[in-house]
């Protein structure tokens, strides 16, 4: 079947897949340590989301089922487009600025290589960094 490689940006969607299955393999609390990540290194962002602990439990599952469903089709780009459109549109009453975006994906890279250890090689690293910088955009295209 032919590859479609969304909006002209290349990255390796093999290693990209691979690595998220490996990782969640050894960790099976990702969103979790994600957002724990996120909001050591950015206090801030955690106003957005809320504090119970059940509506985080929720948050955490939706993240992971997202990625989990991304993962899936990330080389399909009319998928990722009207996916990710859908969720930017979601995420537009936050009004997030692209610092939030950057540094809600610099925390995502950081979990992910953490749970990784010596198979974030700079291949994978630069497959996932390709593959975040592609949905992000996806996503940001809906707050226009
Ligand atoms: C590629 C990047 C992102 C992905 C894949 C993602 C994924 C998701 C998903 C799946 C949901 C649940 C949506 C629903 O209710 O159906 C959600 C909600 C949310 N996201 Fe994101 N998100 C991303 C970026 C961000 C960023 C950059 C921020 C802010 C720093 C953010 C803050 C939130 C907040 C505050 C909610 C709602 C939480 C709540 O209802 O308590 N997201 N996100």
Same mark, same amino acid.
Request: hydrophobic share 45%; glycine share 4%; proline share 3%.
């Given at each position: ?22 990782? @969640?393999?050894? %960790?099976?609390? =990702?969103?979790? @340590?994600?957002?724990? *990540? ?5 206090? %801030? =962002? ?10 985080? !439990?929720?948050? %955490? *599952?939706?993240?992971? /089922? ?18 990710? !459109? ?9 009004? =997030? ?9 610099? +925390?995502? @890279? %950081? ?15 630069? !497959? ?6 592609? @949905?992000? +955009?996806? /996503?940001? *295209? !809906?707050?226009?």
């Amino acid at each position: 079947m032919r590859r479609v490689t969304p909006f002209n940006s290349s990255f390796d969607a093999a290693l990209v897949r691979d690595s998220y299955k490996k990782v @969640l393999e050894r %960790e099976h609390h =990702l969103a979790r @340590l994600f957002y724990e *990540k996120l909001f050591a290194k950015h206090p %801030e =962002l955690q106003s957005f989301f809320s504090a119970t602990p059940a509506v985080r !439990a929720h948050q %955490e *599952k939706m993240f992971a /089922m997202m990625l989990v469903a991304i993962m899936d089709r990330i080389d399909d780009s009319p998928w990722i487009d009207q996916e990710m !459109a859908q969720l930017g549109a979601k995420h537009r009453r936050f009004q =997030l600025t692209d610092a939030n975006y950057h540094d809600f994906g610099v +925390a995502f @890279l %950081e979990t992910i290589a953490h749970v990784a250890g010596a198979d974030f090689t700079h291949d994978v690293e630069r !497959a996932w960094r390709g593959a975040w910088d592609m @949905l992000t +955009a996806a /996503m940001k *295209k !809906a707050h226009g």
